[in-house]
């Protein structure tokens, strides 16, 4: 595959080669820029954005008991003589999974609104919906001021030469991948 | 006595509001989640959250709610259960219970409340209430001859924690068709400050309850947008916003704090003396030529001791609440958002709505609020139509009142559903005496 990509290439000017796979990335861009928004608006819902940890559960544990020794039972009947320290940790796995809560956005799918008919009231149709006028003020990313240039790459926004280079240096497609 | 109490309870996503009715305050306000420091492994409770000693550096948080809604049931009554027996102390089972959900609640999470209360904690009744009429109860019953109470109706704006609601409410009940919601409060806020300050000074993406706290202490709306990121703009003494925060180190102070609260507070002269900068520009440098002996250098900031400074930042985050499509998101401002729950309503009320907008929730207590919002509104409505803004004298603890009050009139009793007819009828049927 490798080599059909260098036989097109071949006959293009150098030049032409530089720029396509930033031409590429540019025409996708707008795809991955709106998930970068979407990403970054559920970010602030978060509780605890900055920790990628897993809940130890500990104070559960004791709850978790009786129902645990089930699932040893159900799913790994057959490795049951053999080593128990990892039994015990993919069982536990599984049993914070099923304890979980579930997320509102779960609940609200399960609650199926959509089908009410379209007099009711819902969650869904409270919603205030999109602004009447579509212009938006832009703050530079950097300091915070009025920013006048979007970056090329990902599509966020600086005010000045600066903040562009911090913002190159620093944060430039972190949030877009 | 102990055979008719009324606990109210005004479960927030953020703080939850618990007393016994017919009181003024709640007895308890406290978070509505747990936290485990990383120090420990221990879950801390709500009531250990809020005393000084605890440390909640880098704490992981748990809440039950999320985007407003209950979703962690277990932990949720973990929380109730401590606050009816070491906070309030009561026995429920010899009490009633008045209790707010969110607007919209789902009928899911409706029956597990009420599995939770009649079941698990087997209190003799329950009223569940939103908190739009609750607001609304308490404002007509203060000012009698306001025009809230005259007509009956009244425009409640709850900015809350997990998001804003404006809904109008009618004969002391939420018309549930005109309610409008923002997918934004208090919690977006601090996230959104949290990530602006760790990206420019320090990391402290961890630390929700530091940055709530910079939040209530230096965030206000400002009147001028365009006028203050010029001020902001500015460098040393002439720049009216900027204000540093100190960290706590841990040893000698566990909170943060506000390096100068006077410096903190400029912003709110400067507003007084008028809307041209210049002007304000000269007597606030005379002011402070006065006022202060030390130098400008205190505005620098010092990486040695822990500590950040804001300027703009200060007002760029409420302001995400008047204009939400400036963080991306594709939802109306917060005036919009009242023009739009007003104009699903009756033509008729149209004049009384705009008349009686009551602003409450936690995110109210922004300085300038109200101020902001009015002239935000006013070129949007008709201009045969007053718009009057009121703001209660304590924004959080208005839905609790108005449950208190509620909760203390003669024929609360009679509008409970009971543990027996819950029993005979379930869940579903006996929500339909909420009409909800």
Redesign the interface.
Known sequence: MDDDVSNSLRRMSTRARKVAPKMAAALASTDNRTQA?LA??E?????????E?V??N??DDDAAAASLDEDDDLVFHKKHPKGTKRKTRQAKALETAKKA?????E??H??NLESLPP?V???LR???????S?C????C??????AKYTCVRCGMRFCAVRCQTIHND??CLKFVA | MSSNVVVVLDNGGGLIKAGIAGERDPATVVPN?TARPLSS???LLPDQLLSPTSDLT?A?????F????L?????QSTIWSHIFSSLLHITPSSSSLLLTEP??N????QRTTDEIVFEEFNFKSLFVSDSPSLVHLYEASRRPYDVVSKAQCSLVVDVGF?FT??APVFQNFTV??G?????LGG??LT??L???V???SV?V??E?FLIDDVKEKLCFVSTD?ARD?QI??RRGSDNHFRCTYVLPDGINHTKGFVKDPIEAQRYLKLSENGDLPSQSDETDEADQTEAKSKPSERNKVDLTKNEFSL???RF?VPEMIF???????????LA??IV?AVNSCHPHLHPVLYESIILTGGSTLFPGFAKRLENELRPLVPDVYQVKITTQEDPILGVWRGGSLLASSPDFDAMCVTKSEYEELGSARCRRRFFR
């Open positions: 928004i970054r608006l970010a602030l819902e978060n509780d605890n954005p900055g920790a940890i809940e130890p500990d104070d809560p579930r997320t509102f956005l609940l609200l399960d609650a007099h009231p819902t969650y409270a919603a205030v919906g999109p602004p009447s579509t938006r003020r832009h703050f990313t950097v300091c915070g001021f009025s620093t944060r | 989640c492994k221990k879950h880098s992981i948080i748990r809440r039950p999320d985007r407003g809604y979703i962690n049931h277990d932990l607007l919209f789902l009928p899911s999470i997990s609601h404006a549930n068709y309610v409008k919601r923002m997918d919690k977006a996230n959104y949290k990530e602006l760790s990206y420019r990391n993406m961890d929700t947008v990121l902001a703009r300027s703009n930042e760029l204009r939400p499509a400036d963080l991306g998101m594709n939802q109306a401002g919009e958002c739009r």
